[in-house]
């Protein structure tokens, strides 16, 4: 049996977890053209909705993973239940990297073949009790390697797979309601808490200390991406502040239960600097069309997330976790490098074959007129915006 307090805790963090899907949509609706809001709302919600069914219904073969104590009926269901938006969460980022162009059907029937040879094993092999990252010692407290790397490598496969949007590059894509993005980003924020669930069998000490490590390192986030725009632009922008937020939230996912405070906010200011420069820079030299800048966002965040965690990891915050490189023990770092790569790799290959072979059956994105009207007509038959 599961202790009552720990079945209690996953009750509540389902219930934040359950507030990072509607953020996820808004913060992408906000920042596309007014044409293709509602599809791009409706990615994130369908990736919950389609997820959270088919790991209802074989979700139990898919996920034996996340604590050590045998669980029965209602505990079970809500273990699954968790998981399942845990992973739901992840497919709903991936489609940020491939908006204004993809085709529903297609992006339906990616997203379920994505969770299985994807995320799953991802998961099996980080938070499985027997799975071989795991045993290798990787860390990954709330899903960097399993859920942000995968995610953000997996878009921009995709974005490079199926082509830019046509004008890309040439004509303004400029966000049709940054307030929308502002509630989606707020609801993430919170939302982020509900991660914490994933570590259910550890201690509520461990707990605690990740609230706090996600808070400071998101905050710490939003003011260095803030600062590094002040002194690269003249002005700090709002959407600059957000997506520095989001970065932090990224980059603290795998370390929250294992870093101090102050590590926290190392890691958040990292994360701020380093994914500016490359949504801002990095991009605009490589040319690759990541719609909404999942890559830059989720993948990189994500893999200095995990690197972090290698570096900054103290058991004096979790003594079930381990001590990073400047505390003493450098195979960690060595570990956390192992499941970064091993995260791109996996996501990178899996996604790039899915694509090629998903493509055979169901075409990948609209036709340039499709494009040209605007994906909520094209694709649902409605619009956002009727004035």
Same mark, same amino acid.
């Given at each position: 049996?599961?202790p009552?307090?720990?079945?209690?805790?996953? $009750?509540?963090?389902?219930?934040?977890?359950?507030? *990072?899907?509607?953020?996820? %949509? #808004?913060?992408? &609706? @906000?920042m !596309?053209? =007014?044409?293709?809001?509602?599809?791009?709302?409706?990615?994130?919600?369908?990736?919950?909705?389609?997820?959270?069914?088919?790991?209802?219904?074989v979700?139990?073969?898919?996920?034996?993973?996340?604590?050590?104590?045998?669980?029965?009926?209602?505990?079970?269901? $809500?273990?699954?239940?968790?998981?399942?938006?845990? *992973?739901?969460?992840?497919? %709903? #980022?991936?489609? &940020? @990297?491939? !908006?204004? =162009?993809?085709?529903?059907?297609?992006?339906?029937?990616?997203?379920?073949?994505?969770?299985?040879?994807?995320?799953?094993?991802?998961?099996?092999?980080?938070?499985?009790?027997?799975?071989?990252?795991?045993?290798?010692?990787?860390?990954?407290?709330?899903?960097?390697?399993?859920?942000?790397?995968?995610?953000?490598?997996?878009?921009?496969?995709? %974005?490079i797979?199926? &082509?830019?949007?046509?004008?890309?590059?040439?004509?303004?894509?400029?966000?049709?309601?940054?307030?929308?993005?502002?509630?989606?980003?707020?609801?993430?924020?919170?939302?982020?808490?509900?991660?914490?669930?994933?570590?259910?069998?550890?201690?509520?000490?461990?707990?605690?200390?990740?609230?706090?490590?996600?808070?400071?390192?998101?905050?710490?986030?939003?003011?260095?991406?803030?600062?590094?725009?002040?002194?690269?632009?003249?002005?700090?922008?709002?959407?600059?502040?957000?997506?520095?937020?989001?970065?932090?939230?990224?980059?603290?996912?795998?370390?929250?239960?294992?870093?101090?405070?102050?590590?926290?906010?190392?890691?958040?200011?990292?994360?701020?600097?380093?994914?500016?420069?490359?949504?801002?820079?990095?991009?605009?030299?490589?040319?690759?069309?990541?719609?909404?800048?999942?890559?830059?966002m989720?993948?990189?965040?994500?893999?200095?997330?995990?690197?972090?965690?290698?570096?900054?990891?103290s058991?004096?915050?979790?003594?079930?976790?381990?001590?990073?490189?400047?505390?003493?023990?450098?195979?960690?770092?060595?570990?956390q490098?192992?499941?970064?790569?091993?995260?791109?790799?996996?996501?990178?290959?899996?996604?790039?074959?899915?694509?090629?072979?998903?493509?055979?059956?169901?075409?990948?994105?609209?036709?340039?007129?499709a494009?040209?009207?605007?994906?909520?007509?094209?694709?649902?038959?409605?619009?956002?915006?009727?004035?």
């Amino acid at each position: 049996m599961v202790p009552a307090d720990q079945t209690l805790w996953l $009750l509540v963090t389902t219930a934040l977890l359950a507030l *990072a899907v509607p953020g996820v %949509a #808004l913060f992408y &609706g @906000g920042m !596309v053209r =007014r044409k293709n809001i509602m599809n791009t709302i409706a990615l994130p919600f369908v990736a919950l909705a389609v997820v959270s069914l088919a790991w209802t219904l074989v979700g139990s073969g898919w996920a034996a993973w996340n604590g050590a104590e045998q669980a029965t009926g209602h505990e079970e269901a $809500l273990r699954s239940l968790y998981r399942g938006m845990m *992973a739901s969460v992840a497919l %709903a #980022l991936v489609a &940020g @990297g491939i !908006v204004e =162009r993809i085709r529903f059907s297609f992006f339906l029937v990616f997203g379920l073949c994505w969770v299985t040879t994807v995320y799953v094993p991802l998961a099996q092999s980080l938070w499985g009790g027997n799975g071989w990252l795991a045993n290798l010692g990787s860390l990954d407290f709330a899903g960097g390697a399993v859920i942000h790397i995968s995610a953000g490598v997996s878009a921009l496969v995709m %974005a490079i797979a199926i &082509g830019p949007r046509h004008g890309y590059g040439r004509i303004d894509m400029m966000p049709n309601h940054l307030p929308f993005s502002f509630c989606g980003a707020a609801f993430m924020w919170v939302g982020w808490f509900g991660f914490t669930g994933a570590a259910t069998s550890m201690s509520m000490a461990v707990v605690t200390s990740a609230f706090v490590a996600i808070q400071l390192s998101t905050v710490a986030a939003a003011l260095a991406w803030m600062a590094v725009e002040w002194l690269q632009r003249d002005k700090p922008t709002a959407l600059g502040a957000m997506s520095g937020a989001v970065a932090g939230l990224v980059a603290i996912a795998p370390a929250a239960g294992y870093v101090s405070p102050m590590s926290s906010l190392v890691i958040g200011v990292g994360a701020g600097g380093l994914c500016y420069m490359v949504v801002n820079y990095v991009k605009l030299i490589l040319g690759y069309d990541d719609s909404l800048d999942v890559f830059g966002m989720h993948g990189v965040g994500g893999t200095w997330g995990m690197i972090a965690t290698g570096l900054f990891a103290s058991t004096d915050v979790n003594a079930g976790g381990s001590d990073g490189l400047f505390y003493g023990y450098p195979y960690q770092f060595f570990a956390q490098v192992v499941a970064a790569l091993s995260a791109w790799v996996m996501a990178g290959v899996m996604t790039w074959l899915l694509v090629k072979v998903l493509t055979m059956i169901v075409a990948p994105r609209v036709d340039e007129e499709a494009e040209r009207m605007g994906l909520d007509l094209h694709q649902h038959g409605e619009k956002g915006y009727t004035g």
